[in-house]
């Protein structure tokens, strides 16, 4: 258990339709990154937030959008859903923005779009 | 950019040998981090060994080592004493020490182990 958790572990959803996937990082780790799998596919970065505020942006896609809380757990909300849009989604956290910390993953969500 | 490139799509290997799973990167960064994970059919990313660029020595985590070849760019897993429980997906993933930080994954490779 890496201590990341990440809500729901599947999701079924329409195209179309929005939906909204969660993380909590481990405690203390300020950093949370968003990434996508699609089938059989490696991890693509999506986005960065440290503390609170968005440090960087990946491969993600304009109806796709995220932020961080206060209490430092995320949210990527997708919008507009297409079929191509079904991936298992990883949360990632770390203490700090910098390369010499390691991420750890949540299991992921996995979401189908039907 | 970077890139990390893994060739073999899948392999196998009979429990109790060794076998070595490729990956090679591109960047004009001299000081980064490399990474193998493992991704089990749970799903779930487990971090395998992690080498630091500025570091000569292979990194070894008990029967998982690195060969480390910065100049030719080349960062292989060995695994030693394969497992029935190393069958798994491996990614190669690299992180620069500019910018995002963000992993930058390979495409993976399909470890069997046959019994």
């Known amino acids: 258990d890496s201590g990341v958790t990440q809500t729901p572990k599947h999701l079924i959803t329409a195209t179309g339709q929005r939906v909204t996937l969660r993380c909590s990082p481990r405690?203390?780790?300020?950093?949370v990154y968003w990434y996508q799998q699609s089938l059989d596919q490696g991890l693509q970065f999506l986005i960065q937030?440290?503390?609170?505020?968005?440090?960087a942006k990946g491969n993600i896609l304009e109806r796709f959008s995220a932020q961080q809380f206060p209490d430092l757990h995320s949210e990527l909300n997708l919008s507009s859903l297409e079929l191509g849009d079904s991936a298992l989604y990883f949360c990632?956290?770390?203490?700090?923005?910098?390369?010499?910390?390691?991420?750890?993953f949540g299991p992921g969500t996995r979401l189908t779009v039907t | 950019a970077q890139t990390v490139t893994q060739s073999q799509p899948e392999m196998s290997v009979q429990e109790a040998e060794t076998v070595t799973l490729s990956c090679t990167y591109d960047?004009?960064?001299?000081?980064?981090?490399l990474f193998w994970y493992k991704q089990p059919p749970s799903r779930q990313m487990i971090l395998v060994i992690r080498?630091?660029?500025?570091?000569?020595q292979n990194a070894t985590e008990n029967r998982f080592s690195v060969n480390f070849q910065k100049a030719a760019k080349s960062f292989s897993l060995k695994i030693s004493d394969s497992q029935l429980g190393d069958a798994a997906m491996y990614f190669c993933?690299?992180?620069?020490?500019?910018?995002?930080?963000?992993?930058?994954f390979g495409t993976g490779t399909r470890l069997k182990v046959l019994a």
């Open positions: 990632a956290s770390s203490v700090a923005s910098v390369p010499l910390y390691e991420q750890y």
């Open positions: 405690s203390g780790d300020l950093s």
């Open positions: 937030y440290y503390n609170g505020e968005e440090r």
């Open positions: 960047t004009s960064e001299s000081d980064y981090y």
């Open positions: 080498q630091e660029a500025y570091k000569q």
């Open positions: 993933a690299y992180r620069g020490t500019s910018g995002t930080y963000k992993y930058i």
